[in-house]
């Protein structure tokens, strides 16, 4: 089993920066693809960018792409996702997610493990 925690939303002004965080616990994620994903009010669950924990091999929503980067840190088990250049339409709650092995669709139902969510409200 593993569990996933989020940080870092917060208000931020169109333009300025945020970074989030997920830290798994309960079991190690090598050998797991961790993903961001994120939901509007009044919309579905959209995929972010994902990371294979051992290799990389790192995908983004073209939305984010040149914006926002993923990365993660093995020693401390954590996962981040920096965002640049925020606009209002970034606006949603942001999750953090864990599949063992590679999801073959950049899908929700994809993902196994999912975070709580953390609110990211960015002002025009």
């Known amino acids: 089993q593993v569990q996933l925690t989020e940080s870092g939303g917060g208000l931020v002004q169109a333009g300025g920066s945020l970074r989030l965080a997920c830290v798994a616990s309960g079991r190690t994620v090598s050998g797991y693809t961790m993903g961001w994903f994120r939901q509007a009010p009044g919309k579905e669950r959209e995929f972010v960018a994902r990371i294979i924990w051992s290799g990389g091999n790192i995908r983004y929503a073209d939305s984010v792409k040149g914006r926002f980067t993923i990365s993660r840190d093995g020693a401390r088990n954590t996962m981040y996702l920096q965002m640049n250049s925020l606009k209002p339409e970034d606006t949603a709650v942001y999750y953090c997610?864990?599949?063992?092995?590679?999801?073959?669709?950049?899908?929700?139902?994809?993902?196994?493990?999912w975070g709580q969510g953390t609110q990211v409200t960015v002002s025009s």
């Open positions: 997610a864990a599949q063992f092995g590679v999801p073959n669709t950049f899908t929700p139902p994809a993902y196994s493990y």
